[in-house]
T-cell receptor
Framework: EAQVTQNPRYLITVTGKKLTVTCSQNMNHEYMSWYRQDPGLGLRQIYYSMNVEVTDKGDVPEGYKVSRKEKRNFPLILESPSPNQTSLYFC??????????????FGPGTRLLVL | RKEVEQDPGPFNVPEGATVAFNCTYSNSASQSFFWYRQDCRKEPKLLMSVYSSGNEDGRFTAQLNRASQYISLLIRDSKLSDSATYLCVVNTDKLIFGTGTRLQVFP
């Protein structure tokens, strides 16, 4: 089944404790991205990757890191989480990017609470 | 002004009703337009793309008015299963998501 998976789905952590949220897709998509969703703000892009070893900042990259060592995986790293990073996080992928009629396929989401 | 604006709702409608959602966008250079559906606490999923000529998919009709920078989604014969949040998405050089309009269909 074609899908985007994320782990963990739920995470409670404390300020400053490094964490990684994994994202994997099995559709051979070149483009992957991370979003956070907060009430009243909609989805905002954190980072995106056009292909292996090619990553770039989205609209809200502060406090986050990413890597793209393999085509299928795009982990999101919070080196020193803070309470303002409490949010619902979605990984997404598409064949080539966001142009034209490209459909974005979203993972199931990771709900993060930073105390 | 937000780049993509939607009425947050909620729209509470009975089964069988027709309901319309609107969305406005600020960047006249926007190239493509979509409606995504998001069920509570779940991921967004593409509902349909929106074309200038208008397009229909079963009970759903989407319209784009480039001159007014306005997108609409019409749902006819609402079902209980249509209850969700509908996200307007506009593509300039990146995807801009609206905050969504919540629809609740009651029996």
């Amino acid at each position: 089944e074609a899908q985007v998976t994320q782990n963990p789905r739920y995470l409670i952590t404390v300020t400053g404790k490094k964490l990684t949220v994994t994202c994997s897709q099995n559709m051979n998509h070149e483009y992957m991205s991370w979003y956070r969703q907060d009430p009243g703000l909609g989805l905002r892009q954190i980072y995106y990757s056009m292909n292996v070893e090619v990553t770039d900042k989205g609209d809200v990259p502060e406090g986050y890191k990413v890597s793209r060592k393999e085509k299928r995986n795009f982990p999101l790293i919070l080196e020193s989480p803070s309470p303002n990073q409490t949010s619902l996080y979605f990984c997404a992928s598409s064949l080539y990017g966001t142009g034209g009629e490209e459909t974005q396929y979203f993972g199931p989401g990771t709900r993060l609470l930073v105390l | 002004r937000k780049e993509v604006e939607q009425d947050p709702g909620p729209f509470n409608v009975p089964e069988g009703a027709t309901v319309a959602f609107n969305c406005t966008y600020s960047n006249s250079a926007s190239q493509s337009f979509f409606w995504y559906r998001q069920d509570c606490r779940k991921e967004p999923k593409l509902l349909m793309s929106v074309y200038s000529s208008g397009n229909e998919d079963g009970r759903f009709t989407a319209q784009l008015n480039r001159a007014s920078q306005y997108i609409s989604l019409l749902i006819r014969d609402s079902k209980l299963s249509d209850s969700a949040t509908y996200l307007c998405v506009v593509n300039t050089d990146k995807l801009i998501f609206g905050t969504g309009t919540r629809l609740q269909v009651f029996p």
